[in-house]
């Protein structure tokens, strides 16, 4: 079977700003899924879902970044988390019809890859498919490892978690309202500062396109001084956090995406760092790569909260692999709730 494929390609790097048609193209290739085509310890796979990450961002820039992520090279196809159904195997463990989970799935209607990250969807869980990119997949673990294990959330902190709304923020917030905490969000619209506190239980919440002096709101949001900032977006929103954190407080820190479109040395410094010292602040950067032996607990903690209906998830889904580009860019406005996916086919 001979089918053509659409895939996404980076095409030239961008090393500021969001990336544009410029950087990331759509192409056109044909690709034979015989047997014969397909090399041992290999799969075919149709992609159905795939997510919309920020992290990707440190990819193209044509330096290693921040995040320490390899770069793709030009011209090659970009990977993302992603599912697809198993459409011919040279693995005895994957067979037609198989869902499949791929961390590093090609951004391409149909690819051969290599069976090393796959894993297979039970088929007698009946989590809707999307929901294994966001509470079950990389958003809901980032923020279990970083509420959890990172920030060791307890009764009573006081909690604050940028960019909120977003696929890690929301779970962020509420894993550690079921913990007992006072949960504070930040976040950029008036819209998802409503979602925050009416539909996933935060204490309250603020528009940082608003309250633009991020000192005075969170002195007004955090009477009591902060406890623990789940960090999404570093910047300026870090430094003003460090003005505002109680002796002992945990900074977890999950990203920088206020940072991502800047080269680094336009990038904004953090000057109250010595609060770190004076305060006796616990600042700790952490990949989620390094915490997977711990993704059971995940597994069993997640599906339970769900089931009870504990845990809220907010989905934007875009339709079709051709709405890469304008996803990407979504994740950098304020224009996307939840976690962004594409659905790119049934
Ligand atoms: P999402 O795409 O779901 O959300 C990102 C949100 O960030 C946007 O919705 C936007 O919401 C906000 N944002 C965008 N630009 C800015 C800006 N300039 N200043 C402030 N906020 C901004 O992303 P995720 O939830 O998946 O990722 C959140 C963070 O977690 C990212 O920094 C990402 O890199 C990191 N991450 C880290 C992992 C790890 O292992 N450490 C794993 C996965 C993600 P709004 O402006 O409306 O608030």
């Given at each position: 079977?001979?089918?053509?494929?659409?895939?996404?390609?980076?095409?030239?790097?961008?090393?500021?700003?969001?990336?544009?048609?410029?950087?990331?193209?759509?192409?056109?290739?044909?690709?034979?899924?015989d047997e014969t085509s397909i090399p041992e310890n290999f799969v075919g796979?149709?992609?159905?879902?795939?997510?919309?990450?920020?992290?990707?961002?440190?990819?193209?820039?044509?330096?290693?970044?921040?995040?320490?992520?390899?770069?793709?090279?030009?011209?090659?196809?970009?990977?993302?988390?992603?599912?697809?159904?198993?459409?011919?195997?040279?693995?005895?463990?994957?067979?037609?019809?198989?869902?499949?989970?791929?961390?590093?799935?090609?951004?391409?209607?149909?690819?051969?890859?290599?069976?090393?990250?796959?894993?297979?969807?039970?088929?007698?869980?009946?989590?809707?498919?999307?929901?294994?990119?966001?509470?079950?997949?990389?958003?809901?673990?980032?923020?279990?490892?970083?509420?959890?294990?990172?920030?060791?959330?307890?009764?009573?902190?006081?909690?604050?978690?940028?960019?909120?709304a977003g696929g890690v923020g929301m779970f962020a917030g509420q894993l550690?309202?079921?913990?007992?905490?006072?949960?504070?969000?930040?976040?950029?619209?008036?819209?998802?500062?409503?979602?925050?506190?009416?539909?996933?239980?935060?204490?309250?919440?603020?528009?940082?396109?608003?309250?633009?002096?991020?000192?005075?709101?969170?002195?007004?949001?955090?009477?009591?001084?902060?406890?623990?900032?789940?960090?999404?977006?570093?910047?300026?929103?870090?430094?003003?956090?460090?003005?505002?954190?109680?002796?002992?407080?945990?900074?977890?820190?999950?990203?920088?995406?206020?940072?991502?479109?800047?080269?680094?040395?336009?990038?904004?410094?953090?000057?109250?760092?010595?609060?770190?010292?004076?305060?006796?602040?616990?600042?700790?950067?952490?990949?989620?790569g390094s915490y997977l032996n711990h993704l059971g607990q995940f597994e069993?903690?997640?599906?339970?909260?769900?089931?009870?209906?504990?845990?809220?998830?907010?989905?934007?889904?875009?339709?079709?692999?051709?709405?890469?580009?304008?996803?990407?860019?979504?994740?950098?406005?304020?224009?996307?709730?939840?976690?962004?996916?594409?659905?790119?086919?049934?």
């Open positions: 079977m001979v089918v053509e494929s659409r895939e996404w390609f980076l095409s030239s790097y961008a090393a500021d700003g969001v990336p544009t048609s410029e950087h990331l193209k759509l192409r056109s290739v044909k690709l034979s899924l796979i149709q992609l159905l879902w795939i997510s919309v990450d920020p992290y990707l961002r440190s990819r193209m820039t044509g330096h290693m970044d921040g995040l320490h992520f390899p770069q793709f090279s030009l011209g090659q196809v970009i990977s993302e988390y992603g599912i697809g159904r198993v459409i011919g195997s040279k693995d005895s463990k994957f067979t037609e019809g198989d869902i499949v989970i791929n961390p590093f799935m090609p951004l391409s209607e149909y690819s051969i890859v290599p069976n090393t990250f796959l894993r297979k969807v039970d088929p007698d869980n009946d989590m809707p498919l999307p929901e294994y990119l966001n509470a079950l997949g990389i958003p809901g673990l980032t923020a279990w490892v970083g509420i959890e294990l990172v920030g060791e959330a307890k009764q009573g902190l006081n909690v604050f978690v940028s960019a909120a550690a309202k079921l913990k007992g905490c006072r949960v504070i969000g930040s976040t950029g619209s008036n819209e998802k500062v409503k979602m925050l506190k009416e539909e996933l239980g935060f204490d309250d919440a603020f528009n940082y396109h608003e309250e633009t002096d991020f000192d005075a709101a969170l002195n007004k949001y955090f009477p009591n001084g902060i406890d623990i900032y789940f960090d999404n977006v570093g910047g300026k929103m870090l430094e003003a956090v460090l003005n505002n954190v109680n002796k002992g407080a945990k900074i977890p820190l999950c990203g920088m995406i206020s940072e991502y479109n800047k080269a680094w040395t336009d990038r904004d410094g953090v000057r109250n760092l010595l609060n770190l010292v004076g305060k006796e602040v616990k600042m700790q950067g952490f990949i989620i069993m903690d997640m599906q339970e909260y769900i089931k009870a209906g504990k845990i809220k998830s907010k989905t934007m889904i875009n339709i079709g692999i051709e709405s890469f580009l304008e996803s990407f860019a979504s994740i950098f406005s304020s224009s996307n709730v939840g976690k962004v996916v594409i659905h790119v086919a049934e």
